[in-house]
């Protein structure tokens, strides 16, 4: 393996396509405002992969999920990517077959950005639940025995999450009471308090700071964790303040 030197494509493009397109790259670190830059990311990367091939395979891999993720969310608010840069790492460093696990890795995300994103008719307005854990702890829960080892963004937990997309999408085409039919313009909100941007950002900084987000991704070599009624939790913080859907 050759010894890693930086691309003409280093991942400070990465932080130059961001700030193109969001004012401010929010953190959920209750210790700092801004997420770690990509550039930093990539001193990390090179500490742990000296393949610069694989490298730049990683690379490639994420330039793919931050334009889908730009894309799909426009109005997304924090955008930590620390685990899952350490996540391509893991794969990296550990899979058999590297090049296609982290190619299939970063093709799995982007469809999920595609199916539940603001050009389909899902239209959620974030990806929070997807990138904090959330989704990750609820599908843990259904099944501990077999998944409670399982890594947050683990393969089998992307293709289930991309068949629950597809279940989502049946039920609104029959205009389904819990996901129903609606307009173009609306995003869709199943939960029983307000998603609008303020409330976003004051309900998961509040919970960030409680310790009730189920994965830390705003760390480098965090541990999941699934073993909390997270959804509870939410609802519970949303009443304390007063976060009140709104029609």
């Known amino acids: 393996m050759e010894p890693y030197s930086t691309p003409h ?3 400070q493009v990465l932080d130059d396509i961001l700030a193109r397109q969001v004012v401010k790259p929010f953190s959920l670190n209750p210790n700092k405002l801004f997420i770690t830059s990509f550039a930093e990311l990539e001193g990390m990367v090179v500490r742990q992969v000296s393949d610069s091939y694989l490298i730049t395979i990683i690379y490639d891999t994420l330039h793919k999920v931050l334009d889908a993720l730009l894309h ?5 608010i924090f955008w930590d990517f620390d685990f899952i840069v350490h996540s391509l790492v893991k794969l990296a460093l550990s899979a058999q077959h590297k090049v296609e696990i982290l ?7 982007v469809l999920l950005m595609a199916m539940f994103g603001k050009e389909s008719e899902i239209r959620f307005r974030y990806v929070h639940d997807f ?3 959330f989704d990750w702890a609820r599908w843990v829960k259904k ?16 293709d289930d999450l991309l068949c629950k997309g597809e279940e989502i999408l049946h039920s609104i085409k029959k205009n389904d009471a819990k996901y129903p039919q609606i307009s173009g313009t609306r995003y869709r909100n199943p939960f029983c308090f307000s998603r609008e941007p303020q409330d976003e950002y004051r309900l998961l900084n509040y919970l960030a700071a409680c310790e009730y987000i189920p994965v830390a991704a705003w760390e480098w070599n965090t541990v999941g964790v ?12 949303s009443q304390k303040l007063n976060i009140a859907k709104k029609n």
């Open 9 to 11: 494509s280093s991942f």
């Open 72 to 76: 799909n969310f426009p109005e997304n």
């Open 103 to 109: 190619k299939d890795f970063g093709s799995k995300i």
């Open 131 to 133: 990138m904090y854990g």
């Open 143 to 158: 099944k501990p025995k077999q998944r409670a080892n399982s890594d947050p963004f683990c393969i089998h937990f992307l």
């Open 226 to 237: 699934w073993d909390k009624p997270f959804y509870q939790l939410r609802e519970d913080a």
